[in-house]
């Protein structure tokens, strides 16, 4: 499609969008001779990959809409139907977000399945997203398909695949998909107003739900306090509210004060620049709210309630949003305590977390005896990876990734924003029976397995040309044209021991294959360890590219015996990596 002459592809869109919202858009384009923002929209069409589709909400090849979303459903459908045993009996689950067009991509890919006579299991109102690999698995369905964009800003929507494990989806699925995809461009149809009245569209929504639940009671700890503690909850304005406010109904937990503006659902998310929890200023209210209540904790979901993050007062007034690795830490600690106490076999314990997530879990497990595994960024490697350790006989009760996911427990391989409120909810009550704060706690941990310190951020820059300069100076970065790898050898004072480039293939510790034990990544992605033997600091600093936005995102941690040497060497790495080695002011890149 890519080497067709643009009118070709306008003209070809015109014949097969049905959506007259949509027509409209292209139309009043080439009316008007913007000929710059119809190749935007054309001239490439939106790549299907290993986290489905996401994207904005406009016309075009290169946007999330109608026909997209139908191209989509059809690919899949027919490769489902052409790899999956009995995939038109075990049938497909689908659920939805509160998004513009969320309910309507649901109702159109249900209304492509049920075309081609496969079985849909459609979820009626607002889910969160975990709820659809849950059903996927209990229901032994073929497929699942959630329609959301997580916690992207309101303009855009997304398609996230699940497969028949209940795991999102890897190659080669995402690449057979995408074949089937271009192979299967002709619209089938458009009309989803019969859907909910088929004979093989089922409602199990209620069914799921109470499932679910039980899933997660059957982990709950047993508990001879009453509990106490109060905690203020935001969904930030997402589908969260009504599975937090059950699940800790179900907890005998106190009833969680909501962010009354932020409680229900709303596609615009008015109060937040972006509905992300990890964003500088999205906890803002639901700390306001806690100080008018005098509660000490606030916990947040986003939209589609599979991310979680919280916070804690501190004795001077102040608030701490704890990071990503660090809620990861507490909450393998918290696991591991649970699973040492059942007295079951700690050489059959595992977590495993993406390799841009804190080492402090795997110096917990080089302490404590128990397996760690780290894997590619995302939860389509950690579940698939949990899957296999199972497989080799091993228990894993916790997966996580900084970007504040987290995995419990066997019955969702997937993050879980509304499991990890619940268990953070017990962690609390457990620690202030001790009389301690989790942000005491977390001291104590780092007094036992070192002072792991990370900063983590971004650039943004919608110049794939840039980005694609920037990696290729760091992998010739001396300039000698004649080097097979010419990677940076010192940051910051601190010497670079290893390179990982997951994008060429090439790990500097492993000679003479110099072949990385990880699998390739589909983007630019590079990790450095370097130390400072004088200061005794070491650090793993990873640079990647984002699969759904404009950033360059990079994870840096620091670790060592004492945290101010830490703290100020992580400063020194981030100021080089930004003015050298990114050189942000020559590529006009912005930072938060």
């Known amino acids: 499609m890519a080497s067709l002459e643009l009118d070709n592809l306008v003209q070809e869109w015109l014949r097969m969008d049905k959506n007259e919202v949509t027509r409209a858009e292209i139309q009043e384009l080439l009316a008007s001779g913007n000929t710059t923002e119809l190749d935007r929209r054309m001239r490439t069409r939106i790549e299907f990959g290993t986290a489905g589709l996401r994207g904005r909400m406009e016309a075009g090849w290169s946007r999330m809409n109608d026909l997209i979303i139908i191209q989509a459903s059809q690919g899949l459908c027919r490769y489902v139907l052409s790899t999956v045993q009995d995939a038109s009996t075990r049938g497909i689950v689908i659920g939805h977000d509160h998004r513009h067009n ?23 109102g607002l889910v969160h997203t975990p709820i659809v690999p849950f059903s996927v698995k209990y229901l032994k369905a073929a497929c699942g398909v959630m329609i959301t964009a997580s916690h992207n800003p309101k303009q855009d ?41 088929s004979t093989l569209c089922l409602d199990k929504t209620a ?25 203020v909850n935001t969904s930030m304005h997402g589908v969260g509210e009504p599975f937090v406010t059950r699940i800790f109904e179900l907890y005998n937990l106190q009833p969680p004060i909501h962010v009354q503006k932020q409680m229900k659902p709303d596609p615009d998310f008015p109060t937040v620049a972006f509905p ?58 918290h ?28 110096a917990m497990a080089h302490t404590e005896g128990f397996k760690f595994t780290e894997c590619l960024t995302g939860f389509k490697y950690i579940g698939n990876v949990a899957l296999n350790l199972v497989e080799e006989g091993y228990e894993v009760p916790f997966g996580y990734e900084e970007a504040i996911g987290y995995m419990f427990d066997s019955d969702i391989r997937d993050k879980d924003g509304v499991h990890a409120s ?69 940051l910051a004072h601190l010497n670079i021991t290893k390179v990982v ?34 200061r005794g600091v070491k650090i793993v600093l990873t640079i990647r590219t984002s699969g759904t936005e404009p950033k360059i995102k990079f994870y840096l941690e620091g670790n060592g015996q004492i945290r101010d040497q830490v703290t100020s060497t992580l400063t020194e790495v981030v100021e080089e990596l930004a003015d050298t080695w990114m050189e942000a002011g020559k590529n006009n890149l912005v930072r938060p």
Not at 160 to 181: C, F, L, M, R
Not at 207 to 231: C, D, G, I
């Open 102 to 124: 969320s309910e309507r991509w649901a109702h159109l890919t249900a209304a492509v399945f049920l075309a081609n006579n496969m079985k849909v299991y459609l979820h009626r």
């Open 157 to 197: 929507n997304g398609y996230k695949v699940y497969w028949e494990n209940g795991v999102q989806i890897i190659s080669p699925h995402d690449t057979g998909i995408a074949d089937s995809i271009n192979a299967n461009l002709e619209p089938q149809t458009w009309d989803f107003s019969q859907v909910t009245s």
């Open 207 to 231: 069914e799921m739900k109470e499932a679910y639940f039980s899933s997660l009671t059957a982990a709950k700890q047993p508990n001879e306090h009453p509990f106490r503690v109060r905690f």
């Open 276 to 333: 992300n929890p990890e964003e500088k200023g999205a906890l803002d209210m639901a700390m306001q709210t806690a100080d008018e209540n005098n509660i000490e904790y606030v916990l947040a979901q986003d939209p589609d309630a599979d991310r979680f993050a919280a916070a804690e007062k501190q004795p001077d007034g102040s608030w701490l949003a704890f990071t990503g690795d660090q809620l990861g830490v507490l909450f393998a600690s």
């Open 335 to 362: 696991v591991f305590e649970t699973y040492r106490q059942s007295s079951k076999q700690l050489d059959k314990l595992a977590m495993v977390a993406s390799t841009v997530s804190s080492k402090m879990v795997e």
């Open 422 to 490: 619940v268990v953070f909810a017990q962690l609390v009550e457990s620690l202030q029976l001790e009389k301690k704060t989790v942000k005491s706690h977390l001291d104590d941990l780092y007094k036992r397995y070192g002072y792991f310190v990370t900063r983590n951020s971004y650039f943004i820059c919608n110049e794939a040309s840039v980005i694609a300069r920037i990696f290729a100076r760091l992998r010739n970065y001396s300039g000698d044209a004649s080097a097979t790898h010419d990677y940076p050898t010192s």
């Open 501 to 534: 480039d997951l994008t060429r293939g090439y790990d500097s510790s492993n000679p003479p294959s110099f072949k990385p034990s990880l699998p390739l990544s589909s983007g630019h992605m590079i990790q450095f360890r370097a130390e400072n033997l004088e």
